[in-house]
């Protein structure tokens, strides 16, 4: 499992300096973007090579609130591998406790016009390599 840190900042939140719902989407965001950019394959070299990901569906669970200053762990999962996709569970925590769980499905598309495409066999062995393993 990836994950990174991410501090919360008085920009992220409203006026009652919890973090605004739709912050949530970036910071997951920037999880599965280094989540790709620590096997070498950021978002800029994949679009050099011609293709993209790009969200296809999201479901958020917003469990309990994040506040201006704490520090956040995201994480990224890969919990499926198909030909042109990939799904990913994340979550959002601090310290220990979990805040947000999330299911992001992703598509894989030509950059050049946007149609879906299946995943390169390079690249698609690499995430392969990061799916996570059964449940015990």
Same mark, same amino acid.
């Given at each position: 499992m990836f994950s990174i840190p991410i501090r919360v900042y008085w920009e992220d939140t409203d006026a009652g300096g919890v973090v605004y719902h739709a912050r949530y989407v970036a910071f997951l965001e920037r999880a599965r973007s280094d989540a790709l950019r620590a096997i070498g394959q950021g978002q800029r070299s994949l679009q050099q090579a011609?293709?993209?990901?790009? %969200?296809? /569906?999201? *479901?958020?669970d917003f469990l309990r609130p994040a506040r201006l200053d704490d520090l956040l762990e995201v994480t990224a999962e890969i919990t499926h591998l198909g030909r042109a996709s990939v799904v990913f569970a994340q979550r959002i925590l601090r310290g220990e406790e979990l805040l947000?769980?999330?299911?992001?499905? %992703?598509? /894989?598309? *030509?950059?050049?016009?946007?149609?879906?495409?299946?995943?390169?066999?390079?690249?698609?062995?690499?995430?392969?390599?990061l799916q996570a393993g059964p449940t015990p």
């Open positions: 011609g293709q993209v990901f790009a %969200v296809h /569906s999201m *479901r958020l947000l769980a999330a299911e992001v499905k %992703v598509a /894989s598309l *030509r950059a050049a016009d946007f149609r879906p495409c299946p995943i390169e066999g390079g690249l698609h062995r690499e995430l392969a390599a």
